[in-house]
Structure formats: C-alpha cells, structure tokens
C-alpha cells in the first residue's frame, strides 16, 4: 500500500490500486514493491492497459475514475 500510494497511485478497493506510472520511475516501482513483499504471502498482478480497452471496458458501482484513467496512456491496474 505505501509504495503504491508514494508512486502515486490511487486505491480504488481494498486490494486494488490504479494509476500512472511514468516509464523512467517503472523499474524503481517494481524494485519498491518487491522490497516491500513477502513473496511466499503476497502477490502483485500488473495489469498495463490503454485508453482503448479502459473504454471499452464494463464498470459498476462507484470508485472508478473513468476520466483519471483516461488522462494518459500508459495506465497500471494492481
């Protein structure tokens, strides 16, 4: 949670965090969660998107910022 929340990112569930993560910070954002995980408890899944398929995409209830993710191409769903 805090090396997402430090890179920016949003939480959207529990478990689940969007937002942008420029490509010169990518590496020292995957090296920062893997310092902060125990492997054999945890598990990050990295889900890279775009715009077209957050359109194209399905979204009920509340707490997903359609127009945030829209705001850049290079979005990471965890």
Request: glycine share 6%.
């Amino acid at each position: 949670m805090r090396a997402c929340r430090d890179f920016g990112l949003i939480r959207a569930q529990k478990s689940v965090f969007v937002g942008i993560v420029d490509d010169s910070r990518l590496e020292s954002f995957f090296a920062r969660l893997r310092s902060e995980m125990d492997e054999n408890e945890d598990s990050v899944f990295v889900l890279p998107t775009d715009k077209r398929l957050i359109e194209e995409g399905k979204y009920f209830g509340k707490g997903f910022d359609k127009a945030l993710a829209m705001r850049e191409t290079d979005i990471l769903f965890l």
